[in-house]
Every structure is written in C-alpha cells, then in structure tokens.
C-alpha cells in the first residue's frame, strides 16, 4: 500500500511518517507490517537524454523533452531494480542497477 | 554480399605521457545470433586510439549514437553519412595497439598509460548495416570492457560498469528512511519513536507486529531526525495484514503535517472488510491520493487473511482502490 501526501500549499508535510493500529482490548488479533519506506516523489528523472531517446524504470517508460523524461510509477512498489536508456528504436543502450534500488523522488543524469 | 573485415581502433588523450609505461584493457565482445543465446564473437579485430589525435573518428562515433538506421528518410540519409565518415577516419587513423578476439570473444590490449583511450571495433558484415561498437575508458589503470554487438538485446548491461552506451548516474536520491524489519527479533530500534506502549510492538521472522494490549491509539513514528527539514510531499508505503477477527482496529500507514499538533493523515485496512464500507480509511482531510491499489491489496499486503478486503473503492483524487 502506498499512499502520496501532498500539503505544498499552506502546511508543508512535517516530516513524520509511521505506522498506527487504533486500539483494542482484545488480545488475539495483531497486526504485521513489512517493506516499509518513504521517499520524496512518485516520480524518477532522468536528463542529458539524446533526441528521441526514453527512460524506463521496470515496464515504465517516458520519451524525452528537452533532453530531460520522467516516469510515473504509479503502483509500483519501490524499490525497482534498475533504470534503462532506450534509444528510439526501444534498444537498452544502458542499465543501471543502484544501490540499494531505485526509489521515488531518484535523479539520474545520462552521459552519452 | 559484403566481405568480412573487422577494425579496431583506441584513442588516447595524452596530457602527460608516461613513456614506457602501460596499462592493460581486457574484455570481451558478446552477441545473441540466436535469441537469448549469448556466444562471444570470435575473430574480431579490437583497436586502441588516440582520442586527440583521431577525433574525426570520434566525432563520427558520436554522431552515429544520436542517429538512427532505421528511421526517417532524412535520418538514413544523416546515418550513412555518418557511417562514411567513420569508415573514412578508421582508414586512416593510426592504432595504438590491436588484438582480435579469441574462440571466446575475449581480447586484451596494453596501450601506452594516458588519461583516455578509445577502445573499438568494426566489421563488415552482410546481414547488419554497421556492425561496431566503441567504449572510451580511463587510460590510467587496467580496465575491462564489455562489448555487447546486439546493441543491448543480450541483455548485458547489468550495470555501467559493465558497459554499455553512455553512463547513468545517480544525482539525487529520492529515498528518505527504509526498514524491511529484517533483523534479529527484538524492538524495533532506535529509529523508530513509539507512542503508547513500547511492548505493543516487536519484530518477529522479519516482520513488525503490533499486538494490542491495552487501550489507546498506538502509533510507531520514523524520529524526526531522519527527515529533517518539512517538505510538501513524500510517498509512505508498506505491506500490511490484520489477524484476527475484531472490526476495532486495523493497520495504517501515516503521514504527519503541521496545522495542528499531532494532526496527520493516515491511511489502512478499514474498520469493515467484509465489505460492508470501504476497505480503505483515510482520517483527517487533506491532500493525500493512494498510489498502490490495483488489484492490488492483497498483492502488497503480506499475505491473505480472513479480513483481507477485495472491495474496489475510489480514493480521494479518483484513482482506483482495491
């Protein structure tokens, strides 16, 4: 589950994020929590991209604009393994698998 | 059909040069004939150049990277040039060493030391309209270079290092705080702020449990260090699963901001999974869209349960929620 929290208007998230489970009185039930994580964005970008060229990051993938694409990647969960140059024929022309993955919010520069 | 004939060529921008001193570039040339089936490349001529000296050359390679065969008129007409161009410079560029790759498609070069060398290869070949590749490395140090000739379809690029077109990197990391909880049981440690009782939460086979044992809402806070300063967005995700069988409470991811102390937005399994209201809760309003849904809460969520919810909802912004 993830969920994008936006308050750049007037309040500005604090910087506090967790896990919360209500209450109970009963003491059979609990609850389990794993992969828990928070970044920036929902967004990767990538500049220095030749004409024509794309990012991909998983089965995502965006066309360059003024050298610069951004993907989405709308329900994915992070981290995603790698990202990837496609020139125009959607040919790998390069992969990166970062440490420790690629996140949200990442910024990539590519250098032909 | 066009004659086999391979060339290699390096190139070196000297700035200070270290007679007598070498360096040594190994590696080898890979293609996929068959599809999936990586071989290496045998019988390839590979050659070092001097970059400075030969920059009609890499002028051309570079222009061939940002053209495409295939594509425009107008384009092929730009790309034969291209490839002209660097047949024309191949021919009369100097090569500082060369190799040809063995039965396994492995070379190995000893150029002079210096601070760049242009490592390259080319053939003719009848079935592919240029059949080359080129990687520019650090004249410095011993190297190793990975050619794949099937322009990526091998799948070879496993990472810069190891080759490929170009170099990606990393300028901005978009990660703020990660925990898989995939440690020693116990507490869930010093990153963490627990509000309410600490012995409501433990880590258990390398999955955070909460277990209600007294009344009050209880909240587990990543400490305000790791964020630092306040920012106007951010992205919580995690996996997440009820046991049990009360409708009481229910597991929520959250997220803080500062109208009011203590106000957040938080986001769960809901207080009726059997369907009869949402599965999904948000307190509190606010600008908060749920990204991770698709069909897809028990997909993310850690496993199935009797209070696993299946009802598709629609979250605050309108996307789609399971």
Redo the contacts between chains.
Sequence with gaps: ??????????????????????????????????????????T?T??GL???YKLRVGTRAAAESGGAATVD???D???RA??E?L???D????????S?GV?????????? | MLRALSVVAALVVLSSNLLGQTVVISGSVKDCFVPGQEVGVQQLDIRAYDPASNSSLVGAL?SL??L?F??SSATRVRWNSAAQQMERAWTSATALTHDSTSSTGNFSLSPPSMDNVLIFTFAHREDVPLYYNYQMVGGRSNASVLFDMS???C?L????QNG??????????????????NRADGAPGSN??IQGPAA?WSITG?????????????????A?SV????????????????????R????????????TAGS?????IANSPDGSTDE?DRSLA?????????P??NG???GSSSNSPSKTVKSAAGRTAC
Aim: with cysteine; hydrophobic share 35%.
């Design positions: 589950m993830r969920v994008n929290f936006t308050d750049a208007a007037l309040n500005a998230v604090t910087g506090r994020a967790g896990v919360s489970t209500g209450w109970n009185t009963s003491t059979s039930d609990y609850h389990e929590f794993d992969d828990f994580a928070v970044y920036t964005r929902n990767v990538m500049t030749p004409s024509g990647l709308l329900e969960l992070c981290p790698n990202i140059v020139n125009a024929n040919v790998v022309i390069a992969r990166l698998t970062p420790p996140w949200g919010g990442d910024n990539y520069s590519y250098t032909p | 570079r990277d940002t495409d295939t594509g322009g990526g379809g799948g690029y496993s990472d810069v490929g077109k170009g170099t990606i990197q990393r300028t901005a990391s978009g990660l703020i705080f990660q925990d898989a909880f963490w702020e409501f390398n999955v955070l449990k909460g277990k209600p044992t007294t009344g009050g809402l209880q909240q587990m806070l990543v305000s964020f630092g300063a306040a920012r106007g967005e951010m992205v919580v995700q995690a996996r997440m699963r009820r046991v049990g069988t009360a009481t409470t229910f597991p929520r991811i959250q997220a803080r901001h500062n109208t957040f937005f938080r986001w769960g999904f606010g600008t908060s869209t749920m990204l991770n849904t698709g897809s809460y993310n969520s850690l």
